[in-house]
């Protein structure tokens, strides 16, 4: 696959500090959002994963070390990751502008020395925790670091890793603060402390979830507690409300994409991208045998055939670009 051209953006300057020019801006866009990227995290090993699970996933790379992410992959995670920017900034745009302020008011006084940020340079080998405050989507992360100006300008010269963007799925993800640009960062308060791991914790137990973009508790993460938020990670409604469905009316949902797929197989195929684009796309509120809910869509059923290899990449490519969004291939 060819890979998307993007423009380059000139530098600037944000708190006192010359920040660098990049191919992603120095806001926030939905256009570059979850960037493809084939590395993973942390390259998976075999002899912990076992073979079935090695196995099944083997359609998200494209060789046999699982050292590189697969086509499929790379369109199947970035449909997910829009679908949670959508929700998300659906999301932001209901929240309270005054409740935000309150909240964000109340974090800062439990952290009692917090004081807003006017030049980095400030902070410059400063150990301590700070507070990272995007105004246009009432929203605020809370960190620490033993050098607050590298830890704030790391935030945003990094991206999200691109299969960490979603955790733990398209519907429930806080939205990473690594995916926000430098600009998209409004106001800054961080404060001076020999010990930052208490400074955030106390900070981060103060926050109201609503407006909080921390996706695991503050303070020093123990083993267990780092295994346990991997297990189990903080999770957010985004505003969803799925219209309900049974559990027998969402096996006939599944059985009617995979019908879709089979009869034009059977036939020129042709139709396929057209039908199954033109297919309902509710997101529904789905009950459990064990009572228990979980959100899915036709979305997600028509992302699951091409994971396994019922739905070709070309076809979901132009699937996607029938349902409107642009495919980004990166370099490779």
């Known amino acids: 696959m060819r890979a998307t051209k993007q423009p380059s953006y000139p530098s600037c300057e944000h708190f006192g500090d010359q920040l660098r020019g990049s191919m992603f801006g120095h806001k926030m866009t939905r256009e570059l959002y979850a960037y493809p990227n084939r590395k993973p995290k942390a390259r998976p090993k075999r002899e912990l994963l076992g073979e079935d699970l090695w196995n099944d996933s083997s359609w998200s790379y494209r060789d046999e070390g699982h050292t590189q992410h697969s086509d499929a992959y790379l369109l199947v995670q970035r449909d997910a990751a829009l679908v949670n920017f959508d929700l998300s900034m659906r999301y932001f745009a209901s929240l309270d502008a005054d409740e935000f302020e309150a909240a964000l008011g109340h974090v800062l006084t439990k952290g009692r020395t917090f004081k807003p940020v006017q030049s980095l340079a400030d902070w410059d080998g400063v150990a301590g925790a700070y507070v990272m405050v995007f105004d246009e989507y009432k929203q605020f992360y809370i960190g620490q670091s033993t050098d607050i100006r590298k830890r704030v300008k790391q935030h945003w010269a990094s991206r999200k890793p691109f299969d960490r963007v979603i955790y733990p799925d398209r519907y429930e993800t806080v939205f990473p603060v690594d ?154």
């Open 179 to 332: 995916e926000l640009r430098d600009l998209d960062t409004t106001r800054i308060f961080a404060a001076r402390s020999t010990n930052p791991y208490a400074v955030e914790e106390r900070a981060e137990k103060a926050a109201d979830q609503r407006f909080c973009l921390n996706r695991m508790p503050g303070g020093l993460a123990s083993p267990v507690t780092l295994m346990l938020s991997s297990i189990d990670p903080r999770r957010r409604s985004n505003g969803v409300a799925g219209v309900p469905l049974s559990w027998d009316d969402y096996d006939r949902a599944w059985d009617g994409v995979a019908d879709v797929i089979a009869r034009e197989r059977s036939s020129d195929g042709l139709g396929l991208v057209a039908e199954l684009a033109g297919m309902d796309m509710t997101v529904h509120s789905v009950t459990r045998k064990d009572g228990s809910l979980f959100m899915w869509s036709r979305r997600d059923a028509i992302a699951g055939a091409t994971a396994r290899g019922e739905l070709g990449v070309t076809e979901f490519a132009a699937f996607l670009e029938a349902m409107g969004e642009t495919v980004i291939w990166p370099e490779d």
